[in-house]
C-alpha cells in the first residue's frame, strides 16, 4: 500500500487566488512528479523532482510552481489562479533505483477555479 | 504528436468474458511499458508492467501482451468482474524515467 497523500481532495475558489496543493509521501522516496489531468485527457507531466532543492518543469508548460525542501514534501502553488486551471492534479513518487518501477500516486486534487 | 496512443475511449464487456485493451507506441526508444487503473475521483493505481526484453507477463488474471515490431501492447483481464470497470491507462518510459501516458480507456464490465 503506497503511502502518499495529496490535500485539499476538492477546491473551489474564485480567480485570483493564492493556492497551495499539499503532497507528502512516507515512503523515503526520491522522485516526485505532479501530473495534471482533464476529464478523458492523458496525465500530463507538469513538474518533477529528483531530490532535495531540485525541481525541474516537466512536458506540458504549466503556471504553477513547486518545491521541494524536504524529501517527503513537494507542494504545488499558482500564485492567481484562473478558470484555465481547473484541473485535477496527481502527485506520485517512485524510488531512485532505477529508470523503471512503477509510480506511486495520490488520490489526485480536484481543482476547480471560478 | 501523441507517443502514447490508446484509441479506444470505451470498452464494455459481459462479466466472466474476456477483455482485451490496446495501447500503441511511436517511440521505439521506450523500452518500458506500464498498465495504470483508475477509479473516478481517485489516483491511479499501478497494475502491471513489461519491459521490452520480454512479449508476455502474467499476473493474475492480468495479462499483458508486447508486440514491439508492431510497437503495440494490450492487456487482457480474464475473466472480466465488475470491479474491474475503470479507467486503464497506457504508459511507457525510455531513456528518461518520465511515463508518457495514453488517453485511457474506460472499461465497463456488466452482470
Known amino acids: 500500500e503506497a503511502d502518499i497523500y495529496q490535500t485539499p481532495r476538492y477546491l473551489v475558489i474564485g480567480t485570483g487566488k493564492k493556492i497551495t496543493l499539499e503532497c507528502s509521501q512516507t515512503m523515503g522516496h526520491d522522485k516526485m512528479y505532479w501530473y495534471q489531468q482533464d476529464p478523458g485527457m492523458e496525465l500530463h507531466l507538469i513538474h518533477y523532482s529528483y531530490g532535495v532543492n531540485s525541481t525541474e518543469k516537466g512536458d506540458l508548460s504549466s503556471e504553477s510552481t513547486v518545491s521541494r525542501i524536504r524529501t517527503e514534501h513537494f507542494p504545488l502553488t499558482l500564485e492567481s489562479a484562473r478558470p484555465s486551471h481547473t484541473s485535477q492534479y496527481l502527485c506520485?513518487?517512485?524510488?531512485?533505483?532505477?529508470?523503471?518501477?512503477?509510480?506511486?500516486f495520490g488520490e489526485g486534487s480536484r481543482l476547480t477555479v471560478l | 504528436d501523441q507517443q502514447v496512443k490508446q484509441n479506444s475511449p470505451s470498452l464494455s464487456v459481459q462479466e466472466g468474458r474476456i477483455s482485451i485493451l490496446n495501447c500503441d507506441y511511436t517511440?521505439?526508444?521506450?523500452?518500458?511499458f506500464l498498465w495504470y487503473k483508475k477509479y473516478p475521483a481517485e489516483g491511479p493505481t499501478f497494475l502491471i508492467s513489461i519491459s521490452s526484453i520480454k512479449d508476455k507477463n502474467e499476473d493474475g488474471r492480468f495479462t499483458v501482451f508486447l508486440n514491439k515490431s508492431a510497437k503495440h501492447l494490450s492487456l487482457h483481464i480474464v475473466p472480466s468482474q465488475p470491479g474491474d470497470s475503470a479507467v486503464y491507462f497506457c504508459?511507457?518510459?525510455?531513456?528518461?524515467?518520465?511515463?508518457?501516458f495514453g488517453t485511457g480507456t474506460r472499461l465497463q464490465v456488466f452482470p
Open positions: 517511440n521505439s526508444m521506450f523500452d518500458y
Open positions: 504508459a511507457a518510459s525510455g531513456n528518461t524515467d518520465k511515463l508518457i
Open positions: 506520485a513518487s517512485k524510488t531512485r533505483d532505477t529508470n523503471t518501477g512503477e509510480l506511486f
